[in-house]
């Protein structure tokens, strides 16, 4: 069984067949939905984990207690830091870091953690997305607070010229994924202001 997670950003119908829905009673308030991938030649749960880290934890290790998960996909948007970006590019990150400090404490040397991404998987996805022929590059990814997000945050992290993009929450589940040794495959998709709206269903098929 697969975990497929998204933000209220992305329409999963878009990317991927399923059939027998069926919603799961879980704690709290948990967007979690049961069903059959005909793309993904699995069975499946999505989750929506919107875009609070404390939410996609929660559910997260409800998941893991209650289901023998083999993968996980996590599909969201990111957003750019690197001025070459294009929308629906899609970032293959080489290492993603978490910044906790606020940026007024960003001078003082902040606490900067990072996790190397599985290259077999990488690599895995990097031959699928050259044979859909979709826009790719490899990059580094910034989990950072989205309270702290402003033109003079984006600004700073652009001249330090080493992250590509942002997403708050991708930091949390790669972690997450690593800890309780499950795969995880990102999929991550630009977003820009003038991005079109391209399916990628054809690139998950291949992939599994």
């Known amino acids: 069984m697969k975990i497929i997670v998204t933000t209220n950003q992305i329409n999963l119908k878009n990317h991927i067949k399923l059939k027998n829905i069926q919603k799961i009673k ?99 996805i990097r031959k699928v997305i050259y044979e859909t022929n979709y826009d790719f590059l490899y990059g580094n990814i910034l989990s950072i607070d989205e309270k702290f997000i402003n033109d003079t945050t984006i600004n700073e992290l652009r001249n330090l010229n080493y992250f590509d993009a942002h997403n708050n929450l991708i930091f949390s589940i790669n972690k997450f994924a690593i800890k309780n040794e499950i795969d995880i495959y990102n999929i991550c998709i630009v977003k820009t202001n003038n991005m079109q709206n391209l399916k990628f269903e054809n690139l998950l098929e291949k992939l599994f």
């Open 26 to 124: 879980s704690v709290g308030e948990l967007d979690l939905f049961k069903a059959n991938s005909l793309t993904l030649k699995d069975e499946v749960i999505s989750f929506k984990a919107k875009s609070s880290e404390i939410f996609l934890m929660t559910g997260l290790k409800w998941i893991k207690k209650k289901f023998k998960i083999s993968s996980i996909i996590f599909i969201d948007y990111v957003n750019p830091v690197n001025n070459n970006l294009l929308g629906n590019h899609i970032i293959i990150p080489k290492k993603i870091y978490s910044i906790n400090d606020p940026p007024l404490e960003w001078s003082n040397s902040p606490l900067i953690n990072n996790i190397q991404i599985n290259s077999a998987i990488n690599n895995k």
